[in-house]
């Protein structure tokens, strides 16, 4: 199927910003491949969903191959599958390791090389990570050198990747968020989670998915590192 429809391929999106971002997409009439390792298939001939191990190349394979079969083209990535593990550095375990390194960065790698594949052969495309702001402010409060040490990746990665596909039409942005207020943040955590940042209180998902969307619109901007933070990389 040929289109002048625009097509989205959404990681971890079975719940949270994931989830939402099928929804924002579709509301600008995007056709959307959802994946994650598990996610029901709406009931909407526009969204596709693939279930499927992020960390497991033949998941990105099969992603963008359906994709491309059903929609006929690949315009936008969005990689927001990812594991967020705090814990004091020593008590972090090898499966803690194992764990978000295969998500946060060889999915990453993965999803991120097949999909810019097709964009290079469609002359045009737009990618865009979910970071966190920890890499540029890291707090004695939430010891997370994994994080860290997998979106800074992330975020090298999206400079890098800005440059060398400049000039070929794919744009590469991400967005760093705060602590977004999600069901993962029982609400006896919301107080002190809200003094993490300067402007008192947590994000909402709809930040995260108002800054991807600025960046889908923003056709002057690549290798941006957008943080959403209420004020956390700048200061305390």
Same mark, same amino acid.
């Given at each position: 199927m040929k289109t002048t429809r625009k097509v989205a391929i959404i990681t971890g999106a079975s719940q949270g910003i994931g989830a939402a971002l099928v929804r924002a997409f579709r509301d600008l009439d995007y056709r959307v491949v959802a994946t994650s390792r598990s996610i029901a298939q709406p009931d909407d001939p526009d969204i596709l969903t693939v279930r499927g +191990?992020?960390?497991?190349?033949?998941?990105?394979?099969?992603?963008?191959?359906?994709?491309?079969?059903?929609?006929?083209r690949v315009d936008t990535l969005i990689n927001a599958?990812?594991?967020?593990?705090?814990?004091?550095?020593?008590? &972090?375990?090898?499966?803690? &390791?194992? /764990? @978000? $390194? /295969?998500?946060?960065?060889? %999915?990453?790698?993965h999803m991120t090389q097949i999909a810019a594949?097709?964009?290079?052969?469609? !002359?045009?495309?737009?990618? $865009?990570?979910?970071?966190?702001?920890? $890499? +540029?402010?890291?707090?004695?409060? $939430?010891?997370?050198?994994?994080?860290?040490?997998?979106?800074? %990746?992330?975020? /090298?990665?999206?400079?890098s990747l800005a440059i060398e596909y400049a000039r070929r039409g794919i744009r590469v942005n991400a *967005?760093?968020?705060?602590?977004?207020?999600?069901p993962m943040h029982p609400s006896e955590t919301h107080a002190q989670l809200d003094a993490l940042h300067p402007v008192g209180h947590m994000g909402e @998902?709809? +930040?995260?998915?108002? /800054? @991807?969307? &600025?960046?889908? !619109?923003?056709?002057? *901007?690549?290798?941006?590192?957008?943080? *959403? +933070? %209420?004020?956390?990389?700048? %200061?305390?």
């Open positions: +191990d992020i960390a497991e190349r033949r998941t990105a394979e099969l992603t963008v191959s359906q994709a491309t079969a059903r929609f006929g599958a990812g594991i967020f593990i705090a814990k004091p550095f020593s008590r &972090y375990t090898e499966a803690d &390791y194992g /764990a @978000i $390194v /295969a998500v946060n960065v060889t %999915g990453f790698f594949a097709e964009m290079e052969r469609q !002359s045009g495309g737009h990618i $865009v990570q979910i970071t966190t702001s920890l $890499v +540029d402010h890291a707090n004695s409060q $939430v010891p997370s050198v994994l994080a860290s040490l997998t979106k800074g %990746g992330l975020n /090298a990665a999206t400079k *967005v760093a968020p705060g602590v977004i207020r999600t @998902i709809a +930040d995260i998915v108002g /800054a @991807i969307l &600025y960046l889908e !619109s923003a056709s002057f *901007v690549t290798g941006e590192i957008l943080h *959403v +933070d %209420g004020g956390q990389s700048a %200061g305390h």
